[in-house]
């Protein structure tokens, strides 16, 4: 049965969330409370494959139903001529994460249509600007990748693209749970 006592228990956990992740990546991502959004799961375990073509700027869908628990195992294709990406997470990580990729441009370590190889661990602010996000695919224009998430239910997610622009251009899709 439902009670209040869950959502508060939730609510301290995720109040807490920052101090306790304030060494990991997500922890320097922003200010708000990192929400349990899942984690990433073994495709050999996935309940299902989705196949998504990633095209400029848009998904193949702008949707998918997702169960609390599930294992998906996405199959990511980019027939776009640009850079894309695919990145499971809440709207405010994709607003913090679109942030980051912009400097990622500005800085020339990233392009339009593809990642750049610089040494940059000497490039002060800079030194732990990398894409390996596990929640985050990036897919150079041709390219074929692979994700396998497992859901939490906890968390109202989108799949985004974050480069610049593309996500206001309406390269998201929502995760619908029920
Ligand atoms: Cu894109």
Known sequence: MFS???LVAAFCLSALAPLAMAGGSHGSHGDEATPNI???G???QATRTVSI???DNYY???ALDVKAGETLHFELK???ALLHEFNIGTAPMHKNHQREMRKMVASGMMTETGMVEMDHSNMPGMEDMKHDD???ILLAPGESGELTWTFSGDAELEFACNMPGHYQAG???EFSSN
């Open 53 to 55: 073509t990633l095209y």
């Open 4 to 6: 209040i006592r869950p």
């Open 42 to 44: 073994v495709a050999a």
């Open 134 to 136: 596990p929640n985050s």
């Open 78 to 80: 980019n027939e776009g």
């Open 38 to 40: 899942g984690q990433p």
């Open 171 to 173: 390269m998201v899709g």
């Open 60 to 62: 193949e869908v702008d």
